[in-house]
């Protein structure tokens, strides 16, 4: 039997000090696909050492880059050939959603891409629609056989007008990285908002791109013949700094979190006043205190700027132990609610209907084994298990690995008591 790794995770410990983030994986894993717009070297900072980085890489490689990421000092740099592969493999896709995002850049540079249709958190359907809708605009052909969605544009990309049904923070990122070369102009209407997506536009404007409205919901962008490549730093990683503050409140304790931008998760921290804690805004972070029981708080989540999905299971973690009932709706992914389940396992009160969640906050919430179903999930429970009386192991820590790096040594610093361990297989 090969072991596994999991968490063994014994609540009580107040958690304070300091902790520094990295940059975004939601940002990081679509600057290296936009890298492959321009042939040369791109160099990356602010690289957190996950998981998903190593599988982008590795993507990249395969379709004819040479890719150095330097863990040390936190840098990807990333040589992009004249002549790319224009295939990405299922073995890579199926482990990470985000190798979706080659499809744009490498559409744009090649005139024809086949991608395996993606896997990556089990949180719902996530369909490509708006994806593919938008590339025909264009002018591509789509078509999907044999897993694989393949995208042809014989004669080039032209510019074109897309209303987005949703502002898909996927569908936003393909459409853009496809219409930075294209011929003439595109507007991407109801496009989504995120810091990540105003991070993808800041580098592919230094890499010579025309794009207005950046930050806004409509981006209107006039085609360039070439880009060139880049040095950028990517911006600071909003769920991981978001998680910390939660971790501060559940814990009543007080975290000081560095290299973050508060302005990025101004509802979740206000959320987190609400519920009692005391929020200062710092230089280069923020700093969360809380001193007694939370209050209940209600969540709706929403597109940035409305409350993030990815903080969802860590405020239902929240409430789990808060002071009265909260009320939780999930605007996003349909099947985000599934860690509740394991959630209940620890003694936590929610009932779930459709895509609401009623939490009974309780006094406690008691140790047991439980199972990350996705990186934030994974995130959530490690939260609950740090509140939970005795030990809580949980597994499928793989999830967690994916998103947060150095996250058990920063646990740790900050007075958790939580380890790796290793199970039977
Ligand atoms: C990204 C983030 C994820 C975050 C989410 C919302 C990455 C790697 N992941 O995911 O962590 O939770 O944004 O902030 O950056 N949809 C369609 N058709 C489409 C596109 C999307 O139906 O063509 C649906 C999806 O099924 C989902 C919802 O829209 O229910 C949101 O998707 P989207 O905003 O595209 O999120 P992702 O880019 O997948």
Redesign the pocket.
């Known amino acids: 039997m090969i072991p596994v790794e999991a968490l063994r995770v014994v609540g009580g410990s107040r958690l304070s000090g300091e902790v520094a983030v990295t940059g975004a994986?939601?940002s990081v894993?679509?600057l290296m696909a936009a890298a492959l717009l321009a042939p040369g070297r791109t160099v990356l900072s602010d690289v957190p050492e996950i998981l998903d980085v190593e599988i982008m890489a590795e993507l990249l490689r395969r379709l004819g880059c040479h890719v150095v990421h330097d863990c040390a000092a936190g840098t990807v740099a990333i040589d992009v050939p004249e002549a790319l592969e224009h295939r990405a493999d299922y073995d890579l896709v199926r482990r990470m959603?985000?190798s979706i995002t080659v499809l744009g850049p490498l559409l744009a540079r090649c005139g024809v891409v086949d991608v395996a249709l993606p896997g990556g958190d089990n949180i719902?359907?996530?369909?490509?629609?708006?994806?593919?809708g938008g590339l025909q605009r264009m002018g591509a052909e789509v078509t999907s056989e044999h897993g694989y969605l393949i995208a042809r544009a014989g004669s080039g990309l032209h510019g074109a007008t897309v209303w987005l049904d949703?502002?898909?923070?996927?569908?936003t990122?393909t459409l853009l990285m496809a219409a930075v070369t294209a011929r003439g102009r595109t507007v991407i209407d109801n496009a989504?908002r995120?810091p990540?997506i105003v991070d993808i536009c800041t580098m592919l404007v230094e890499m010579g791109a025309s794009i207005d409205g950046v930050g806004t919901s409509t981006l209107e962008i006039e085609g360039v013949e070439s880009l060139a490549p880049v040095a950028h730093a990517t911006v600071a990683d909003r769920i991981v700094a978001g998680t910390w503050a939660v971790a501060a409140a559940i814990t009543r304790g007080d975290i000081t979190v560095r290299r973050a931008q508060p302005a990025h998760l101004e509802i979740a921290l206000d959320k987190l006043v609400t519920a009692g804690a005391s929020v200062t805004t710092l230089d280069d972070g923020f700093r969360v205190v809380m001193e007694a029981r939370p209050r209940a708080v209600d969540i709706v989540t929403l597109?940035?700027p409305g409350f993030?999905?990815?903080l969802q299971p860590q405020f239902i973690a929240l409430n789990a132990i808060a002071d009265g009932a909260a009320l939780v709706t999930e605007n996003?992914?349909?099947a985000r609610f599934r860690f509740v389940h394991e959630l209940v396992r620890l003694g936590a009160d929610v009932q779930t209907e459709g895509h609401h969640a009623l939490v009974r906050g309780r006094e406690a919430l008691s140790g047991a084994p439980v199972e990350a179903t996705d990186i934030r999930a994974g995130a959530g429970l490690v939260l609950a298990g740090l509140v939970a009386d005795g030990e809580t192991t949980v597994h499928e820590v793989h999830h967690i690995d994916r998103g947060y790096a150095g996250f058990v040594d920063d646990l740790q610093r900050l007075g958790a008591d939580i380890s790796r361990i290793d199970l039977p297989g």
């Open positions: 994986k939601n894993l679509k959603r985000a719902g359907s996530r369909g490509l629609d708006m994806h593919i949703f502002p898909s923070v996927g569908a990122e989504a995120e990540e597109p940035y993030p999905t990815d996003l992914f349909e």
